[in-house]
């Protein structure tokens, strides 16, 4: 079994739907990641948008119905480093099995952004505006 969400992880969750911790904390268990953001100012995503991160403020981050997530390859002290957070899809898409896989048994309609037809985002994973809105 994976660690838990660490500390810092714990606190970038702050703000974010309890589906959507619940996901995260469920996922986590089976792949190793970290929480990069959750809940942002409206001034964070306009920085964002300006530089082309990001391209609408309608974003889900700024309700707390959306995370991003990044694979850890942990080198056993616990600490997320430089060079232990990978941006790659191959790994994106294991982080995606497994929040599916969670969000599937925690009755959570989830979408993520790496299946985006324009623009794919592979960290990013919403609450499907449909269910809610």
Known sequence: MRSPLLERDRQRLAGVHADLVRVVERARLAVPFIVVEGLRT???QARLVAIGASRTMNSRHLTGHAVDLAYWLDDGDGAPEAGEVRWD???AHKIAAAMKAAAAEESVALVWGGDWKT?????HFELDRRTYP
């Open 119 to 123: 623009f794919p985002d592979g960290p």
């Open 89 to 91: 899809w191959p790994l």
């Open 42 to 44: 409206k001034e964070r």
